[in-house]
């Protein structure tokens, strides 16, 4: 009998052994003061400009939940929640989800790589390690109006081990309409991806190519929305200084008469660790748009400053000059926004704010 129960003993630590499990709270809070000049006046006549609080100028401000399971021989079951939030109100989410960024489940395995089902970033996201500004408010996001900046339901994921340098990712969405692209009766329609990556210790390359289609129709008759999106980026790691340049351009075949269905994007920029807590940059980013929907180029200093390992300092100078068409703003908005300069100005902005993670 003893025998027996030292037996089972051992059998419930092997076990426990093989479902080791851990649950992470993580977050990020990001809140800063803003100045940006160039803004419509709502009566007409010319131009303002406007002080506020903001938070998300330098990073998204987040929680979220992660955590694993070990079933063994390798394997993990993952999970991960999070949802972006405001503090500058308290609000969490979009409206429409509460965890707006990340709902998924899947595995993990060291050799055969992570399969995720359910809400992430979409494929899109990953032109954010090509951005010398990190993808903020005013960055390669603001001249496509916002088209790298998606999130994707009812997703279907996979991501490589990297092997020799090389990895890959991709990311399918199903629209879960009757029409596989869309069809008017869901809030989505379909995304899909590809990411390959090649990393060394000298350089980075990356290309991606990602659509989204329109719910409504399942077509692609928005540029800055519902498009085919190309892209490649390179990272040069110099000691104290890394180098990025990058290109990206999107195509939708059933715009509107007269709406643009291109834009080319170009950007290049520098990023110089002065000292180990505080890091310099400037980017400059150009885009071009068809059918008369102009040009634009934004120029921007910016920096941080690390107080701790977990806290920084920041702040962004930044300057868009339009086309005699053009509309863009230092801000990820789309054509017709408020907040947008008037055809041929320009637009202007500086902000200082501090970033804490958890």
């Known amino acids: 009998m003893k025998r027996v129960l030292v037996l089972v003993s051992m059998m419930g630590l ?7 499990s851990s649950v992470t709270l993580y977050g990020t809070l990001d ?27 330098w990073g998204t401000s987040v929680f979220g939940l992660k955590g694993s399971e070990d079933i063994g021989a390798g394997t993990s079951i993952v999970f991960q929640l999070e949802a972006q939030i405001d503090p500058t109100s308290g609000s ?24 995720l ?12 390690d090509f951005d010398p500004l ?18 994707s339901s009812n997703s279907v994921s996979y991501q490589s081990p990297k092997v020799a340098g090389f990895d890959v990712y991709g990311q399918y969405s199903l629209s879960n309409a009757t029409n596989w692209n869309g069809n008017g009766s869901t809030s989505q329609g379909r995304l899909d991806g590809f990411q390959m990556t090649y990393t060394s210790t000298l350089f980075q390359v990356r290309g991606i190519y990602d659509e989204r289609r329109d719910p409504t129709n399942g077509q ?7 498009s085919r999106e190309y892209f490649g980026g390179l990272n040069v790691f110099l000691g104290d200084f890394k180098l990025q340049a990058a290109y990206q351009t999107s195509h939708a075949g059933d715009v509107p008469v007269g709406a643009p269905s291109e ?10 660790q002065a000292t180990p807590a505080a890091a310099l940059i400037a980017a400059a ?3 071009n748009a068809n059918n008369s929907a102009g040009n634009a180029t934004l120029y921007a200093i910016g920096g941080s400053y690390n107080l701790t390992k977990r806290t920084l300092l920041d702040f962004q100078v930044a300057s868009v000059r339009n086309s005699k068409t053009g509309t863009y703003s230092l801000e990820a908005n789309l054509p017709g926004n408020s907040d947008n300069p008037l055809p041929g100005h320009s637009q202007s902005g500086v902000y200082a704010g501090i970033l804490h993670n958890f």
């Open 14 to 20: 092997v076990a426990g052994a093989h479902a080791q």
């Open 31 to 57: 809140a800063g003061v803003e100045y940006m000049s160039g803004i419509p006046k709502a009566s007409g006549g010319g131009s303002t400009s406007r002080w506020r609080v903001e938070s998300g100028d």
């Open 92 to 115: 969490v989410g979009d409206g429409t989800s509460f965890y707006n960024r990340w709902a998924t489940v899947g595995a993990s395995n060291d050799k055969f790589g992570t399969f």
């Open 117 to 128: 089902l359910g809400r992430e970033l979409a494929i899109s996201n990953g032109l954010w």
């Open 134 to 151: 990190g993808q903020g408010n005013w960055s390669s996001a603001s001249l496509v109006r916002g088209r790298n900046w998606l999130q």
């Open 220 to 226: 692609l008759d928005d540029v800055f929305q519902y």
């Open 263 to 272: 834009t080319q994007q170009e950007w290049m920029g520098v990023t110089w």
């Open 285 to 287: 980013y150009h885009v």
